[in-house]
């Protein structure tokens, strides 16, 4: 079922990249097929923004909250029939990751 990745990543790299969510910029967009226990598909959307500003260890929150609802509304309209989980990191610091943005909460102004 990789195809599936083949056949969207191009769709999906050309709708996110550049979006712009407060001060925070897509600046690259990886996708990979990866696999859950039951061995069904899901496609992995990596974005890769600007560094946080400066003096921030991480993003605004509502700005990975808006980034994340653009790549699940890109997914929709292309209609990826498979089940997409998104990542945020930059590519300058290996230390930024959604775990400091509170990727479990999915709500604006909710608690990091």
Do not use: C, K
């Amino acid at each position: 079922m990789v195809g599936i990745t083949e056949r969207f990543s191009g769709q999906l790299r050309s709708r996110l990249l550049n979006e712009r969510a407060g001060t925070t910029t897509v600046n690259a967009v990886e996708v990979e097929p990866r696999f859950d226990a039951a061995g069904d598909e899901y496609i992995l959307v990596t974005l890769i923004v600007s560094e946080p500003p400066p003096g921030e260890a991480t993003w605004p929150l509502d700005d990975a909250f808006h980034l994340r609802e653009r790549a699940r509304q890109a997914a929709a309209e292309i209609d990826v029939p498979t089940e997409v989980e998104i990542t945020i990191t930059s590519a300058g610091d290996s230390d930024t990751s959604d775990e400091l943005v509170g990727e479990e909460d999915e709500s604006p102004g909710a608690p990091g």
